[in-house]
């Protein structure tokens, strides 16, 4: 697939090349500046190895999914919103709170999911709503809500905390040794430090 995109669709110049273009193993997101673009572009790339077939998603209601997020357009604004992507086949289960699991790997699995929403969400208040969202699913799975509400704070607290407490003392000076390599000769005289 990197071959094919360095040798025909990235080098080659035409009216209708995307202007963003990125793909995650065999799905591709790909802007263009205008709609008319999508159908000469698709024909080509389709075109080249016919054993390699491509489709195409179109936005609806300014909302395209990629993996496992959506990218909104937002007319007012030069950046898209990005937001995480749930699913139509998505039933919101975890393992329940209760189960015999030790608590690390449900602590872990709080963390894990806020880390994800925390890093894909474009702006706070997706954030904010993506965690809301979260917090049910993990509700409805038997976690108490005090339980996520501390693995959220535990995980911003690390992302926002300072650093005041180290203190040097002592000024750390750099040396460096430069010895020269002088062959089999160097390795025969080796001995253990």
Known sequence: MAHLEEQHFLKQVMTFNPVFYRRY????FALFTDRDHVDPFLAFINSVEPSIQFDVEHETNNTLSFLDINVS???NR??????????????GLFYNFDSFVPSSFKNNLMST?????????????IFHDNLQ?????????????FSFDAAT????????????NII???KQKRVVIVLPYLGPLFCEGKSPV
């Open 113 to 125: 999911l806020i880390f994800r929403v925390y890093n894909i969400a474009s702006s706070y208040s």
């Open 78 to 91: 030069l950046y898209p919103d990005i937001s995480t992507r749930i699913k139509p086949t998505d039933r």
């Open 153 to 164: 704070n535990h995980f911003l607290s690390k992302q926002y905390e300072r650093n005041d």
């Open 73 to 75: 357009r937002v007319s």
């Open 168 to 170: 040097s003392t002592v």
């Open 133 to 145: 969202t979260l917090k049910t699913k993990f509700i409805k799975n038997g976690f108490p809500g």
């Open 25 to 28: 193993v065999d799905d591709t």
